[in-house]
């Protein structure tokens, strides 16, 4: 039976981050390579979404190197410690570990057992693969071809500019080199860089919140589109907290004058045109 297993880049050794681990921390490639591997082949094996009950020292203990070595990792991006709740957590789990070994194994196991009950499945699902391969390629959509632009082609570009955007807003700084988790989601979605890029001007008219706004809450389904459209601008104990939804809402009311309700016109209609361009 083959043994467990996780992708290994092969440009690994020349990223930025682990050139940075290997000024840092003195240590050479082949053992910074090598601490990296322990720590996301143990994740991939024992947690379901890239986060584990763990204590700095149980890491240590666990995957091996040193806590100053870990605490280089999470300073690149690559781990995030909290010490006030005891767990380590790996960002970008699901971009880069949703075939993770668990998965492979879960799935496997189901398919065995599917085979077992219908001796014939094997057969006919080699005819059908055989099918398909000699069918033409499905028609693409321009809205296919839109996300398919944004999450291949421009990702890096437009990843450094709004990084550099809400570093110069209201927002909690983000200091990793690489983007949170559903970054990659947000992107795909038409219309939405142009939202989030002025949305991000507003943050500091959120009063909703008593500390900074995250990147990470800053890039849930919908939150972009909640900041611009003022969802967050009262206090949270005022009973109109939380109540305005952009999708929904009616014109700007009296109150909102000058910008905010000149980025508010703006936004929808470039969500309007993203519309028509996909229909």
């Not at 490639?29 to 991939?44: C, E, I, K, T």
């Not at 947690?47 to 995957?63: E, H, I, N, Q």
């Not at 001007?201 to 909703?208: F, Q």
């Not at 009311?253 to 980025?263: D, L, Q, V, Y």
């Amino acid at each position: 039976m083959a043994g467990e297993w996780i992708a290994y880049d092969l440009a690994l050794p020349q990223k930025p981050e682990v050139q940075e681990l290997i000024d840092t921390t003195g240590l050479p490639v082949q053992d910074v390579v090598f601490n990296l591997l322990q720590l996301w082949g143990w994740a991939s094996m024992h947690c379901a979404d890239g986060t584990a009950r763990m204590t700095l020292s149980r890491l240590v203990r666990t995957c091996g190197a040193t806590e100053d070595f870990w605490q280089a990792v999470a300073s690149v991006g690559w781990l995030d410690i909290d010490e006030t709740v005891a767990t380590v957590a790996v960002p970008g789990w699901d971009r880069r570990f949703s075939q993770a070994a668990k998965s492979r194994i879960q799935h496997r196991d189901r398919a065995a057992e599917q085979n077992d009950r219908e001796p014939d499945r094997r057969r006919r699902s080699g005819a059908a693969c055989a099918d398909a391969q000699a069918l033409p390629a499905p028609t693409r959509s321009r809205g296919d071809e839109i996300r398919e632009e944004y999450r291949h082609h421009h990702p890096r570009d437009a990843w450094e500019s709004f990084r550099a955007a809400w570093n110069a807003g209201k927002g909690r700084k983000w200091t990793p080199s690489t983007p949170p988790d559903g970054w990659d989601d947000r992107l795909a979605e038409a219309g939405w860089l142009e939202v989030a890029t002025e949305a991000v001007g507003r943050i500091g008219e959120c009063r909703y919140f008593k500390t900074p706004m995250t990147l990470i809450q800053f890039v849930k389904p919908g939150w972009a589109h909640k900041v611009l459209g003022g969802s967050f601008d009262e206090p949270k104990a005022s009973p109109r907290a939380g109540t305005r939804d952009f999708a929904d809402a009616a014109p700007p009311p009296k109150e909102w004058t000058g910008e905010a309700a000149e980025a508010l016109a703006r936004t929808r209609k470039k969500l309007e045109a993203n519309k028509e361009a996909l229909t």
